[in-house]
């Protein structure tokens, strides 16, 4: 079985930082692409940013210029460093694991991660 676990959310206020974490543990041999949504109360969940195990990203443009997304594939990790941060972030942010395969030739899967809050206030 395949775990994403996720870390580094919290309170901050609006202009602050944050970086997110999650690591995919189990049995994985390798991960096509890992990325992060985000669930605001009463809104759909929405990608925020994406990234490739070739490093190929795509952006919400909502957080372009705001936040940067890193990936360590020896690691099966991948961050979220979030900078100066609004009101509008907000949100429950799940990371995302796409095409996780278990073993060579394997059928990729994906994988949710359990959530973790982000609150930007004053």
């Known amino acids: 079985q395949v775990q994403l676990v996720e870390s580094g959310g919290g309170l901050v206020q609006p202009g602050g930082s944050l970086r997110l974490s999650c690591a995919a543990s189990?049995?994985?041999?390798?991960?096509?692409?890992m990325g992060w949504y985000r669930q605001a109360p009463g809104k759909q969940r929405e990608l925020v940013v994406g990234?490739?195990?070739?490093?190929?990203?795509h952006y919400a443009d909502s957080v372009k210029g705001r936040f940067t997304i890193s990936r360590d594939n020896a690691k099966n990790t991948v961050y979220l460093q979030m900078n100066s941060l609004k009101p509008e972030d907000t949100a429950v942010y799940y990371c995302?694991?796409?095409?996780?395969?278990?073993?060579?030739?394997?059928?990729?899967?994906?994988?949710w991660g359990q959530g973790t809050q982000v609150t930007v206030s004053s």
């Open positions: 995302i694991g796409l095409g996780v395969v278990a073993w060579e030739g394997a059928v990729g899967r994906d994988y």
């Open positions: 189990g049995n994985i041999f390798s991960i096509n692409a």
């Open positions: 990234i490739t195990s070739g490093g190929s990203t």
